[in-house]
């Protein structure tokens, strides 16, 4: 690599790491560490092919996303903790308080499957169409589109929290019963 090849990668790192990094940390689960292993990766990587790469933060992504998908069929199924009784529910967040659903969030993703929860970050946080993610994992649409569906009513299983909010962040208002009431007299 050449000493303008080098700078223009220096300088890619220093503009792009931080948003890359938080790619990685969620398709890590939340694993900050397991994240900058698979962003380090991912850079030595592209500084390899640097001076070929014509989009380079397309090019990290798409490795950020084949390593994840080789982590997770490396690792084949994480096996369930069974503990004698089951934990206390949380008390439920706060909703005006980000930075608490950001940690629900957090904690529901890490207990995602490796593959739900890429094909989760790819759909919502990356905004890619089911056709581009499922051409990213090497599999068909339908395979995207069930494991998005369940992904989400898993998510929504381990966070019931988070569904009192609606698709613009507010918190809905609480839901009416219309049934009909008998009145006496």
């Known amino acids: 690599m050449d000493v303008e090849a080098q700078e223009n990668f220096r300088e890619f790192v220093a503009n792009r790491s931080s948003a890359l990094l938080k790619t990685a940390v969620l398709l890590a689960g939340g694993d900050r560490h397991a994240a900058e292993d698979l962003l380090q990766n991912a850079l030595i990587k592209a500084a390899g092919r640097w001076q070929r790469i014509d989009e380079p933060e397309a090019y990290v992504r798409q490795i950020l996303y084949r390593q994840q998908i080789s982590r997770w069929r490396l690792k084949g199924r994480r096996r369930e903790l069974s503990v ?4 206390e529910h949380a008390a439920a967040p706060d909703a005006s ?5 950001r940690l629900v969030l957090r904690a529901a993703l890490s207990r995602l499957t490796a593959r739900q929860r890429t094909v989760l970050v790819l759909r919502y946080f990356e905004d890619l169409p089911e056709a581009d993610v499922a051409r990213l994992l090497g599999c068909s649409v339908g395979t995207v589109r069930s494991t998005t569906h369940r992904s989400l009513a898993r998510l929504r299983t381990l966070a ?5 909010l609606g698709p613009d962040g507010a918190e809905q208002p609480p839901s ?10």
């Open 97 to 101: 308080s980000a930075a608490e659903l």
């Open 160 to 164: 019931p929290e988070l569904a009192a």
């Open 176 to 185: 009416r019963d219309f049934s009909p009431v008998e009145v006496r007299p």
């Open 84 to 87: 004698a009784e089951p934990p």
